[in-house]
């Protein structure tokens, strides 16, 4: 560990059948890691397991889509032509 950040250097990888485990490096500030004990405590829960729930959660919420917003509406003043009568169009049209 080192002062103000614990750090773990374990980098394998372990094979057991088609599963694949990687453990990996990460800074975590010391008021985080204590947080994070304290609650994998509480819930009986190792500290790895709440990691891998709060980062599968987050990933998920992000491929989540929900409604999307109505689009703008514009006044854009009344038509100036009936598109149907094309001798008025073309008069229009012409000016």
């Known amino acids: 560990m ?5 750090t773990r250097r374990l980098t394998y990888r372990h094979l057991i059948g088609v ?5 990996t490096a990460r800074v ?3 008021a985080l890691m204590e947080r ?4 994998a405590a509480r819930q009986g829960r190792t500290m790895s397991e709440l990691v891998e729930k709060a980062l599968r959660a987050m990933f998920q919420s992000r491929g989540k ?3 999307l917003p109505p689009l703008p509406e ?7 032509v009936n598109v149907a009568d094309r001798e008025v169009l073309y008069e ?3 000016r």
């Open 2 to 6: 080192t002062a103000g950040n614990a």
């Open 19 to 23: 599963i694949v485990c990687m453990k």
């Open 28 to 30: 975590i500030s010391d």
């Open 36 to 39: 994070l004990r304290r609650e």
């Open 65 to 67: 889509t929900g409604r």
């Open 74 to 80: 514009f006044s854009m003043g009344g038509g100036r």
């Open 92 to 94: 229009v049209m012409e």
